[in-house]
């Protein structure tokens, strides 16, 4: 089975300023990785996807992640942040190859302030 | 395309009442998702189908819940009797199989149904 642990709840930071979500995984197979973010009374909607090839990714609205498999972790970035980028961003698993459930970490509310 | 889409977005019941929530995956997607958010328990997938056959439902919390697929383009998830802890969103995903015929798992959501059970 696998797992995804998202230790910030909350993370709150001033516009204009780099920001880092953790996500740490954990899986005894190969596995594809996902962000996903939710804007505030709308759905999921994906942000970006590590399948294989370069650890890593970007994906859209500026953020990028690195996959990294020594340490189970792929956590999301991006330089500068704008008001815009408040909202709730989910990390995701699912072992790679045919189908299996995808699991979803709890969330981290990023709270942009001006 | 048009997305997921699901109806009602919002919806007000009565304890004991049935609730019938609606989605329609996008098309040619195989496989589709139901998932409740709550709170206290975050995202919880329900159940899903491959190729309108339920694959897992194993998180279907218990037998008031039920879940349908009767073509491609359709399906239920209908809560009977409800009750008060129901109270959540409850989200439709799809996601489609690669022209190779594998899958990346990426899921595309709907807006949700906001359910509130008095």
């Known amino acids: 089975a696998q797992s995804v642990t998202q230790l910030d709840s909350q993370v709150p930071v001033f516009e204009e300023a780099p920001v880092e979500l953790r996500c740490n995984y954990s899986?005894?197979?190969?596995?594809?990785l996902f962000w996903y973010v939710q804007y505030p009374n709308q759905g999921l909607q994906l942000l970006l996807k590590?399948?294989?090839?370069?650890?890593l990714v970007k994906g859209i609205n500026g953020f990028e992640a690195e996959f990294n498999k020594s340490q189970t972790s792929f956590h999301l970035r991006k330089p500068s942040v704008h008001i815009s980028d408040t909202a709730e961003y989910f990390c995701a698993v699912t072992p790679s190859g045919g189908y299996q459930k995808v699991t979803f970490g709890t969330g981290t509310k990023l709270q942009v302030i001006p | 395309d048009a997305g997921v889409i699901q109806s009602p977005r919002h919806e007000v019941t009565e304890m004991g009442q049935e609730v019938t929530l609606r989605c329609k995956p996008i098309?040619?997607?195989?496989?589709l998702f139901w998932y409740r958010q709550t709170m206290m328990r975050g995202l919880e997938l329900l159940i899903y189908f491959n190729n309108n056959v339920p694959i897992d439902d194993s998180g279907m919390p218990e037998d008031r819940f039920s879940a349908k697929m009767p073509n491609a383009s359709f399906s239920t998830l209908k809560i009977q009797p409800s009750e008060p802890r129901d109270s959540a969103v409850y989200f439709c995903a799809s996601s489609p199989r690669t022209f190779s015929g594998g899958n990346t798992n990426e899921q595309f959501f709907g807006p949700g149904t906001r359910l509130t059970v008095l």
């Open positions: 899986s005894s197979v190969s596995v594809y």
């Open positions: 590590y399948l294989s090839g370069s650890t």
């Open positions: 098309s040619g997607h195989d496989y």
